[in-house]
């Protein structure tokens, strides 16, 4: 069965660093994508980042930057430069290739502090 | 815009009680998702419709049943609601124009079964 796992219930990071947000997965299909969203207070659902199972590069999107380990099946988010609206929870997500069923794991919240 | 709409934010429900939870999309996608959020437990795939009177259960879909009957709306529904089915509810919807193509989310309701 496919499975996303978010190991860091919870970050602290302060403003201006860097901070790294874990995410494993476990699936058998080769072709798969991966997503990142993150989840202010306010409730809603924010798309960040995608990395294809083919894609070579890393995926990258301003600040976000997704180090995609292809063999360890991780797809780590790393934000670079926090600020204080960074402060979220995030949640890492997998998209299966043949009915398109996207699963969550259980999230990290990151707290920027200044 | 895009958006995915759902008919309530807050909701109260008896024990007994049938519920339905609708959800409504304006993007013409082809895949629709229910999702439940708890503290802890991340966001947990209830179903999810790849297509027009097509189904498939996700990883908690017992107690809950589904209906597509237009493309653009997806309906949740509690056959006989219970206290532990107190949740956020998340809808979102997908389109298949690619691989690297995001779900969008709607506002989600919170469910109190009393």
């Known amino acids: 069965a496919q499975k996303i796992t978010q190991t860091q219930p919870g970050m602290f990071v302060q403003e201006k660093e860097a901070v790294t947000l874990d995410c494993t997965y476990d699936t058998s299909d080769q072709s798969y994508g991966l997503f990142w969203y993150k989840q202010p207070s306010s409730g809603e659902m924010i798309f960040l980042i995608y990395q294809g199972s083919y894609d070579e590069q890393n995926a990258t999107e301003g600040r976000y930057s997704l180090n995609f380990q292809k063999a360890r099946k991780s797809a780590n988010l790393v934000i670079s430069a926090s600020q204080l609206g960074d402060s979220a929870m995030y949640f890492c997500?997998?998209?299966?290739?043949?009915?398109?069923?996207?699963?969550f794991g259980t999230g990290t919240r990151l707290q920027v502090f200044p | 815009d895009v958006k995915v709409t759902q008919s309530s934010r807050y909701l109260v429900k008896r024990t007994g009680e049938k519920v339905f939870l609708e959800c409504v999309q304006d993007m013409d996608h082809e895949n629709m998702f229910w999702y439940r959020q708890d503290p802890g437990l991340g966001l947990r795939l209830i179903y999810f419709s790849y297509d027009v009177k097509m189904k498939e259960k996700g990883d908690i879909p017992e107690g809950y049943s589904v209906s597509r009957e237009k493309k653009e709306r997806f309906s949740l529904i509690l056959e006989s609601a219970s206290t532990n089915q107190t949740s956020m509810y998340l809808c979102a919807s997908r389109g298949d124009r690619g691989p690297n193509t995001e779900a969008f989310f709607g506002q989600g309701t919170r469910l109190t079964v009393v």
């Open positions: 997500a997998m998209r299966e290739a043949y009915f398109g069923k996207l699963i």
